[in-house]
């Protein structure tokens, strides 16, 4: 992806967006359950196996990369509240299993 090939940012850059960044108190929060943590304008999967950052355009489209894996999985929908970023996140095991 030439994101993460540092095509359009620095990749020190990209790390920094894609680090959850702590609030006042020096705790981590999000929006919660896997998408734990917020970037500099990404949900981040703060986690220790496969974390990932995602993005969500209006409950119809997600965009999750896990940089570890070197996966990214985009899922468009046109159904208003299907949620496809928990499809991507029960997607994306099976793709870096392979």
């Not at 967006?17 to 705790?27: K, R």
């Not at 734990?36 to 999967?45: L, R």
């Not at 496969?50 to 990214?72: D, N, Q, T």
Request: overall charge negative; hydrophobic content about 40%.
């Amino acid at each position: 992806m030439h994101l993460q090939a540092g095509g359009f940012v620095t990749k020190e850059s990209q790390e920094e967006m894609w680090t959850a960044q702590p609030n006042d108190e020096g705790s981590i929060q999000g929006f919660g359950g896997f998408l734990n943590g917020y970037g500099i304008g990404w949900p981040v999967m703060h986690r220790r196996e496969h974390p990932g950052v995602l993005a969500i355009g209006g409950g119809r489209a997600a965009l999750a990369i896990y940089p570890e894996e070197e996966l990214c999985v985009i899922l468009l929908t046109n159904l208003t509240g299907s949620s496809p970023h928990r499809i991507v996140e029960k997607l994306a095991p099976l793709l870096w299993q392979k």
